[in-house]
């Protein structure tokens, strides 16, 4: 059962512009998001997460926006560089607020092409 | 300092062969996950230990699936009988005690002949 849908497959932007990868998922369940970078050869390797009480977050040039209504979120990517071309995956886990990391549902992966 | 590092980076094996993939997770982290992933698709989760129990393995896909962390350190993934269909990207993480960031290791890429 696919719990974390993810699109698009793939997206390419143009240098300086900004991309944008959606998520929605099923399992109201869920109130851990992370999304996770993976460059070819290499394990992924977390960018940024939201907790389901904020709308918003934002870490430099990377912001995800919450939506818990409609149990979507989205990663945008401001001033998209070349170096950024890669495969990006949301996730989603359940969490209580005083545990530890739990199993992380992916989404399918989008791969990222920033042309220059 | 030093990351999550699994080994062997690359294994080939023949169908209903038996192979052993490691997982050395940073030191300190009592949380360790394994996760498969095929070409294309993103991480699934098979298995997770806390400490020296597995405190999850509802993602193995069956009892050919196997894995291991007796000192609750180093962590031992096992596959017996393997199947083509078991080619894939095997991925470990780890995560300190009550903290939700898990690190991943480069994975070790699986081809059963």
């Known amino acids: 059962q696919q719990q974390v849908k993810q699109s698009p497959q793939s997206l390419i932007v143009q240098k300086g512009g900004i991309s944008i990868i959606n998520c929605a998922y099923e399992?109201?369940?869920?109130?851990?998001f992370p999304w996770y970078q993976q460059f070819p050869g290499k394990g992924p390797a977390l960018l940024i997460a939201?907790?389901?009480?904020?709308s918003e977050k934002k870490e430099g040039r990377f912001t995800i926006s919450f939506n818990k209504s409609a149990k979507q979120f989205s990663l945008h990517i401001m001033d998209s560089q070349p170096g950024d071309s890669a495969t990006y995956f949301c996730?989603?886990?359940?969490?209580?607020?005083?545990?530890?990391?739990?199993?992380?549902?992916f989404g399918q992966g989008t791969r990222l092409t920033i042309n220059p | 300092g030093a990351g999550v590092s699994q080994t062997p980076s690359n294994k080939v094996t023949e169908k209903g062969k038996y192979v052993e993939l490691r997982c050395d997770p940073i030191?300190?982290?009592?949380?360790l996950y394994w996760y498969r992933q095929s070409l294309g698709q993103g991480p699934e989760f098979l298995i997770y230990?806390?400490?020296?129990?597995?405190?999850?393995d509802s993602g193995l896909p069956n009892d050919r699936f196997f894995a291991v962390r007796p000192e609750g350190s180093v962590s031992t993934l096992k596959i017996q009988r393997t199947e083509r269909g078991d080619s894939a990207v095997y991925l470990c993480?780890?995560?300190?005690?009550?903290?939700?960031?898990?690190?991943f290791g480069p994975g070790t890429r699986l081809t059963v002949l």
């Open positions: 993480a780890s995560s300190p005690e009550l903290a939700t960031e898990q690190f």
């Open positions: 399992n109201t369940a869920f109130d851990y």
């Open positions: 939201i907790r389901p009480d904020v």
């Open positions: 996730a989603a886990s359940p969490q209580g607020l005083f545990q530890g990391a739990q199993k992380l549902v």
């Open positions: 030191s300190g982290h009592t949380a």
């Open positions: 230990f806390q400490g020296t129990g597995a405190a999850d």
